[in-house]
C-alpha cells in the first residue's frame, strides 16, 4: 500500500468527522502553541537582558557599603572614602575607579513634588558608565561650576507638571543626608538635558539630576560616598577583581556584578519558564489524550468498515497503518495551526515579560528606549524544528493503542457489528 | 420447488453418478474450492456451538453454486471459511491450490485480496468514498498504481452499467446499484471465486434479476467461480449446482445444469 494513498485514505476519514477532528486539532494546537511562546519569550528575555549587560556595564562591579540600602544582614559600619577608590585602582585589571553620591530627591515642579534621584559623581566619566547616552539640549558644566547640573529625560518632561527647560532653575528636597532629620533644600541650574536613555546598572538615567562630585561632597557636609564605580578593563577579568575586592574587604563593603544580577534573573526566568511549560505540557498531555479517546471511539465506529477491509484483503499492518497515520496527520496539522498561534502568543507574553527584563521599574537592566519594555521573541530553527515534530510524535504515539486494537479485530465478528 | 431438469441427486454413497460428476471435475483441472472433512466449533463459556459438523465439497472452475439451507444451518459459516475470513476447527480448506493452513493472516489477507471476492446482502460499501473510490480498495491494498487503478475500476463500473456513478456516494445510490458497485468492487481483482451471502435480499425482483443476470455474464465471459448462499428460489434456479445444508452437515447436492453447456473452460 503506497503512503500517499494511506494519508489521503486518512484525510478523507478526517473530513468525514469534521467537528471531531477539529476539536482534537485545536487541542494540539493550543499545547503547542503554549510551550512555543513560552519558551520564545523566555528566549527573547534572556537575550534581552544579555544584550543590555553587553552594551552598559558588562565590565563595572559597583561597590556599595554594606550596611546600606543593599544590606544583607551585614553589622558593619565601614563606609567608603578616597582611600578606597586609591587601593581600588591598584587591583591588577582595574582601569579605573568612580566615587558617587546617591540620594532619593524631591523635585519641586509648580507645585507638584516629582521623586528622583540626586547623583553626584564626575561627570564625564557619565558616558563612559552609560554607552550610547546623549545630550538633548545644552552641554556638561564645566569643570569646577558647582552650581550646575545635568539633568534626565524624565525629570526635565515629567508626565504631569510643568517641562523643566534648559538653563531653568531646578529646585529640590534631598533626603538622606547624614545629620538632617527632614529634606535639604537644593538648588541647581539645568545646563544639559539628556535624551531619553532608560535604566541600567540599577540606576534610572532618565529620572536623575547629576551633579559634579564637589557639589555633592558640600551637600553631604561628608567624605563618605554612597559607593563606588570599578572599570575594570577586560569582561573576562570581572570574576578575579571581584573575588580580590571581596578577599580583601570581607564583608564590609557589597560588590555588585552584572554577572551576579543576570543569574538572578535567569534563576528567575528559569523559574518562570518551568513553570510555564507545565502548563503548557500538560496542555498538550490532555490533548493526547483526546486523541486516543477520539480514535478509539472511530475505531469503534468503524468496526464494520474494517471487516470488510480486511475481507478485502487489507493485511492488519496496512489497518494499523490506515489509523495510525489518522493520528499523525492530526498531530501535523495541529503542529502547524500551533506554531501559527505561537507565534502570535508569543508577542502578546513579550508584552507581560517585558516589565520584568526592562522599562520603568525593572531591574535595571533595560536598553534604550527601555520605557516600552517590550521582550522580542526568539525563534531559534530548534524550536521551530521541535514545534512541529514533537506534537507529531505525541499524536502518533496516542494513536498506537486504538489501531492496534483495529488490526487486531476479528473480521467475522466485526462485519456482523451493528 | 427447484427446477429438476437435469437434476441429479448426488448421494454420497451412489458411487457410479459420484464418478461422473469427479471426472467432469478433472477435466477442469484443480477444483476452485475444495473442502475436506470440515468442522467448525465456537466455544461459549462452557459449551460448545458445532456450527459445521463435517463438510466435504469440491467446487470446479466456472462452477456457479448455490448454497440453502434453514437459518443456522451453518451456510453462512461455510462460506466465512471458504473465505479465509475463519479457520476450521478441523479439516482442511483449499482454495485454487493453496491450502489456507499454510498460511499466516498475513498471507491469508493477501490470498482474500488476489483470489476471493465478496458480495453482502447489506452491500458493505465505505459511505464516505465514491464508488469508483469503493471499487479501488481491493486496488490499493495492492499498492497498484493511481492511473492503472483509476482506469481498472472504471472498466469495472462500466460491466455493470455504472459508469455515470463513478463520482457518487453509496448514499446517493439505490439498492440496486449499491449491490452492483459493489459487485464491481468483488470482481476488480479478478479474483478466482466470488462469495455471496445473499446478495439479493436486500433488493428488490427487478434488481435481482439485473444482478443475476451480471453474475451469469461474468460467469460466463470470465470463468469466475460463484458461490451464493441465498434464500432466493430465483437466485439458485440460475446456477449450475445446488447444496444443501442442514446442522451442519451437506445434506443433498444437486445438480440443475451441466456446467460445460454455459461456461468456457
Known amino acids: ?418 | 420447488m427447484f427446477d429438476n431438469r437435469l437434476a441429479k441427486h448426488v448421494n454420497p454413497r451412489d458411487s457410479e453418478l459420484s464418478d461422473i460428476v469427479e471426472k467432469q471435475m478433472t477435466a477442469r483441472g484443480p477444483p476452485a474450492v475444495q473442502t475436506i472433512d470440515v468442522t467448525k466449533v465456537y466455544r461459549s463459556g462452557h459449551i460448545d456451538y458445532p456450527a459445521l459438523r463435517g463438510v466435504s465439497l469440491k467446487i470446479a472452475k466456472g462452477e456457479l453454486v448455490s448454497i440453502v439451507g434453514p437459518s443456522g444451518s451453518g451456510k453462512s459459516t461455510l462460506l466465512n471459511l471458504i473465505g479465509a475470513l475463519d479457520p476450521p476447527t478441523s479439516g482442511r480448506v483449499i482454495i485454487d491450490g493453496v491450502d489456507l493452513r499454510k498460511l499466516n493472516e498475513d498471507g491469508l489477507a493477501v490470498l482474500r485480496n488476489q483470489k476471493i471476492g465478496f458480495v453482502y446482502q447489506t452491500f458493505n460499501l465505505i459511505q464516505r468514498l465514491t464508488s469508483i473510490e469503493n471499487v479501488e480498495m481491493p486496488l490499493v491494498a495492492r499498492g497498484v498504481p493511481d492511473k492503472i487503478r483509476r482506469s481498472r475500476s472504471l472498466k469495472m463500473l462500466s460491466a455493470v452499467g455504472l459508469a455515470q456513478k463513478a463520482k457518487k456516494r453509496p448514499t446517493e445510490l439505490s439498492g440496486g446499484e449499491q449491490q452492483r458497485v459493489a459487485i464491481a468492487r468483488a470482481l476488480v481483482t479478478q479474483p478466482a471465486i466470488v462469495l455471496g451471502d445473499e446478495p439479493t435480499g436486500n433488493v428488490d425482483s427487478k434488481t435481482t434479476n439485473e444482478v443475476l443476470s451480471y453474475i451469469v455474464q461474468v460467469n460466463k465471459t470470465l470463468g469466475t467461480t460463484f458461490i451464493l448462499v441465498t434464500h432466493n428460489p430465483d437466485v439458485a434456479n440460475m446456477t449450475h449446482r445446488l447444496i444443501t445444508i442442514k446442522d451442519g452437515l451437506i445434506e443433498k447436492e444437486q445438480y440443475l445444469q451441466r456446467i460445460d453447456s454455459y461456461t468456457k473452460l
Not at chain 1, 581600588?88 to 582601569?95: A, D, F, N, Q, S
Open chain 1, 1 to 418: 500500500m503506497q503512503f500517499v494513498d494511506m494519508f489521503k485514505l486518512a484525510y478523507k476519514a478526517l473530513v468525514d468527522r469534521k467537528m471531531r477532528s477539529a476539536l482534537t486539532i485545536l487541542g494540539i494546537a493550543v499545547g503547542s502553541a503554549i510551550i512555543l511562546a513560552l519558551i520564545a519569550s523566555s528566549s527573547g528575555l534572556n537575550a534581552s537582558i544579555s544584550g543590555s549587560i553587553e552594551k552598559t556595564g558588562a565590565n563595572v562591579l559597583t561597590i556599595r557599603n554594606a550596611g546600606g540600602f543593599f544590606e544583607r544582614g551585614s553589622t558593619s559600619t565601614y563606609q567608603l572614602s578616597q582611600q578606597d577608590v586609591n587601593y581600588l585602582t591598584t587591583i591588577p585589571g582595574v582601569v579605573a575607579a568612580y566615587p558617587f553620591y546617591s540620594y532619593g530627591a524631591s523635585i519641586n515642579n509648580g507645585g507638584t513634588s516629582l521623586q528622583a534621584s540626586v547623583v553626584g559623581m564626575d561627570l564625564s566619566v557619565l558616558p563612559v558608565l552609560y554607552q550610547g547616552l546623549t545630550v538633548a539640549s545644552g552641554t556638561f558644566p564645566e569643570l569646577g561650576d558647582t552650581t550646575s547640573a545635568v539633568v534626565g529625560w524624565q525629570v526635565a518632561n515629567p508626565t504631569s507638571g510643568t517641562p523643566i527647560g534648559l538653563n531653568q532653575m531646578v529646585s529640590m528636597s534631598v533626603s538622606g543626608i547624614k545629620g538632617s532629620a527632614g529634606g535639604v533644600s537644593y538648588t541647581v541650574l539645568a545646563s544639559a538635558i539628556l535624551a531619553p536613555y532608560g535604566t541600567a546598572l540599577f540606576a534610572n538615567i532618565d529620572d536623575t539630576v547629576y551633579i559634579p562630585l564637589q557639589a555633592a561632597q558640600f551637600l553631604s557636609k561628608s567624605p563618605y560616598f554612597t559607593g563606588i564605580y570599578v572599570i575594570v578593563d577586560n569582561t573576562d577579568d570581572v570574576t578575579t577583581v571581584q573575588t580580590d575586592i571581596e578577599t580583601y574587604y570581607s564583608t564590609n563593603v557589597r560588590v555588585i556584578s552584572p554577572g551576579q544580577i543576570l543569574s538572578s534573573i535567569q534563576a528567575i526566568t528559569g523559574q518562570l519558564t518551568l513553570f510555564l511549560g507545565s502548563i503548557g505540557a500538560v496542555s498538550l498531555f490532555v490533548a493526547t489524550v483526546g486523541i486516543v479517546n477520539t480514535m478509539y471511539v472511530s475505531v469503534m465506529e468503524r468496526t464494520r468498515e474494517i471487516g470488510i477491509l480486511k475481507a478485502i484483503g487489507y493485511r492488519p499492518r496496512q489497518i494499523l497503518g490506515m489509523f495510525l497515520s489518522e493520528a499523525a496527520l492530526t498531530g501535523v496539522i495541529g503542529a502547524f495551526c500551533g506554531l501559527a498561534l505561537g507565534y502570535v502568543i508569543s508577542f502578546l507574553m513579550g508584552g507581560m515579560l517585558g516589565g520584568i527584563g526592562g522599562g520603568r521599574g525593572g531591574f535595571g537592566f533595560g536598553g534604550p528606549g527601555g520605557a516600552g519594555g517590550v521582550i522580542q521573541p526568539v525563534f531559534s530553527t530548534e524550536l521551530i524544528l521541535f514545534s512541529l515534530v514533537f506534537p507529531v510524535v505525541l499524536a502518533t504515539v496516542a494513536g498506537l493503542y486504538p489501531a492496534w486494537r483495529a488490526s487486531k479485530m476479528n473480521a467475522v465478528v466485526a462485519l456482523k457489528y451493528e
